[in-house]
Nanobody
Framework: QVQLIQSGGGVVQTGDSLRLSCAAS????????MGWFRQNPGKDRVIVAA????????SYSDSVRGRFSISRDDARNTLYLEMNSLTPEDTAVYYC??????????????????WGGGTWVTVVS
C-alpha cells in the first residue's frame, strides 16, 4: 500500500498562492486515482480536486474550480495542489489521498485507501 507524505501549507494572506505536495513511497502513484480533500474541525472531509491514473482527467469542487489545479508527476511519484487567489474560506486541513479501486466515486472519502497526514492551510484577511 502506498504511503503519502505531505508538505507545504502554512499561513498566507487573502489573494496569495500556495502549493501543496504529496510524495508517495512504497508504490507508484500511477497505479492510483488521487485526490485532495479538506476538513475543518467538526465538519466532514470534502473533496477539493481529483485526478485520474493517467492524469488526463481532473475534477474540482465548485468552490475551487478556476483557482486550484491538481497535477501529478509520476517521475517524482508526487501529487500537487496549486492553490491561487486564496480566501479565508479556504482555511482547512488539507489531505491527499489515493484509491486503488478500479472505479471510484470521487466525492466519497471512504473509497480512498491511503491518506497523507494532513497539513493546515490558514488564509488570513
Amino acid at each position: 500500500q502506498v504511503q503519502l507524505i505531505q508538505s507545504g501549507g502554512g499561513v498566507v494572506q487573502t489573494g496569495d498562492s500556495l502549493r501543496l505536495s504529496c510524495a508517495a513511497s512504497g508504490d507508484t502513484i500511477g497505479f492510483y486515482f488521487m485526490g485532495w480533500f479538506r476538513q475543518n474541525p467538526g465538519k466532514d472531509r470534502v473533496i477539493v480536486a481529483a485526478i485520474s491514473r493517467s492524469g488526463d482527467s481532473t475534477s474540482y469542487s465548485d468552490s475551487v474550480r478556476g483557482r486550484f489545479s491538481i497535477s501529478r508527476d509520476d517521475a517524482r511519484n508526487t501529487l500537487y495542489l496549486e492553490m491561487n487567489s486564496l480566501t479565508p474560506e479556504d482555511t482547512a486541513v488539507y489531505y491527499c489521498a489515493a484509491s486503488s479501486r478500479p472505479a471510484i466515486t470521487v466525492l466519497d472519502p471512504l473509497q480512498y485507501d491511503s491518506w497523507g497526514g494532513g497539513t493546515w492551510v490558514t488564509v488570513v484577511s
